[in-house]
């Protein structure tokens, strides 16, 4: 109860203190808070904005299941009030029904009043003090940042409730939570050649704020403390260290006895049900005659949490190094990445998995013609699995160390040109070349078994020529696929052609295209397929537009059968 009242004094001493930042604000002359008058400004009083579509569908053909007309009406209306408000109303009509949403009241309200260097956080806000304390969680109170902009010192602070109390309904899901209550700070001093920045957060739950106790659904009272300390510094020229280091002291049932407090941190509970939880992030990074290495640790224990956050990425340590450079007067760069990740930190799970990851980049830019991209990634995941019967039926501590290891290999490879053949103010040509290649096996024992193995092959080239007087555009391309897997061998290619334009000031546009493929399995034809596209866009009175679009396609198969399919669709759309 000491410790409710105590949260009882903090949380009213924050509220009084904001109240106090406004009052004066509002009774100084020379104060304004600028983004409020804004806000509740007589144009902001009241916004409608929105829209409305209409669409219709046409459609002949072989396929007996669509509908050979089809018609839909669709529109939203949205109220702004004071900026803070929307009141939402949409409607959806079609042939084959209707659907409509109608506006709800908002249960959520916040306020983010500035004045110079301090904003205010009022109503329901979420603040972020650090990964490993406060994160993103949202609450009802204040908090208030303070950024001056010459002196080194910034601060924040929050004060709320993360939780409100919920009783258990099946209806509901069976969802029950205790009243949490939570309130913390940030300090961060800031200097050209480094930084140092401390974090703290405190929450607990209201053991009393339910009526049934949910013991037997495993849910307890509990409390948390954070703290975090994180340091840049700027060694010397080129050298950069940042680290970061975060503890959270958990208690999962804060109504067992407690054990002995320490007096100067008299919020902190600790008895038979705490837990400590530590993480550690450190990154180098050092610039040394244009070459960048970079080097990064990460460590977080399992489990670890915080009651500031709502998803907490654990039981993991991390081993990162990158390298850039760029080479032959800055017209080649190249980029290196190779990252270790492994899991099972404590050895307490049957199963443990390693992960290695290697990337590059290397991007060649010659001339203004030129541009030459390629990238590479490579993964492998190695998982050991033990099985619980090993530790059983095991005679002595070395047998059956390992069960089962099974690794995951993974590599992806993509490559492209681009080449502008010429280019003036009458006309301009690019040349484009693109390709891509993946693969993916699994490894057990140490062999990769068959039919585990899969590989994918996209390769296309395409030409593009713009006429700048007129817009008038045409592309040719030609596409190939090409997959093996254990299934069998299955390729697809084919050409595509299209030529568009815009009229009258670019207000009205309009194209077509047409291409045709070719798919086989294990060299055999199964399918051919032939597309004609046409499209044409108006745009007037700024905002009405419509749209028309025509596709034709016949597809035929082995069995010498063919069926065609021509679609139309014409949409208005008026937006306000």
Known sequence: MKKEKGFKRILGGCLFGLCLLFAFSAKSQQIRLDNLKEQFSVKNLVRVNGGIAANSVFYTGDNAARQPFMWVLTGNINIHLLNQFNIPFS???????????????????????????????????????????????QFTGGGVELKPGNFPLKAQFMCGRLLKETEYDARNGGIVAYRRLGYGGGIRYEKENYQLGTTLFHAHDDENSLLWKPDSLQVYPQSNLAFSWDVLLRLFSGMTLKAEYGMSILTRDRRLPSGKRSNSLWFLEKNASSVYYHALKVNLDFLWKKNTFGLGYERVDPDYRSLGGYYFTNDLENFTFNYARPFWQDKITLALNLGIQRDNLDHTKREQTSRWVVAGNLNIVPNEQWNVSVAYSGFQSYTNIRSQFDYINATHQYENLDTLDFTQLSQNLSMTVNYTVSENDRKSQNLNLAFSFQEAADKR????????????????????????????????????????????????????????????????????????????????????????????????????????SLVYQNRSGTSGRSSSDFTTTLNYTYSF
Do not use: C, E, Q
């Not at 585990?452 to 190939?480: H, K």
């Open 91 to 137: 409607y959806n009509l079609n042939n084959l029904g209707s659907n409509y949403t109608y506006p709800t009241l908002p249960n959520r309200l916040s306020l983010h009043p500035t004045y110079k260097w301090v904003t205010a956080h009022v109503g329901d806000v979420s603040m972020s003090f650090s990964p490993y304390t406060l994160s993103g969680h």
């Open 445 to 548: 024992g140490g062999m990769i078994h068959p039919g585990s193995v899969s590989r994918f092959y996209n390769g296309s080239v395409s030409y593009a020529l713009l006429f700048l007087p007129s817009s008038v555009r045409v592309t040719l391309s030609a596409n190939t696929t090409y997959n093996t897997a254990g299934s069998g061998d299955m390729l697809t290619y084919g050409p595509n052609a299209g030529v568009s334009s815009k009229f009258f000031d670019k207000k009205v546009s309009a194209g077509i295209s047409s291409s045709y493929n070719i798919s086989s399995v294990d060299g055999k034809v199964k399918g051919k397929v032939l597309n004609v596209r046409g499209s044409s866009a108006w745009r007037f009175l700024k905002k009405h537009s419509t749209n028309l």
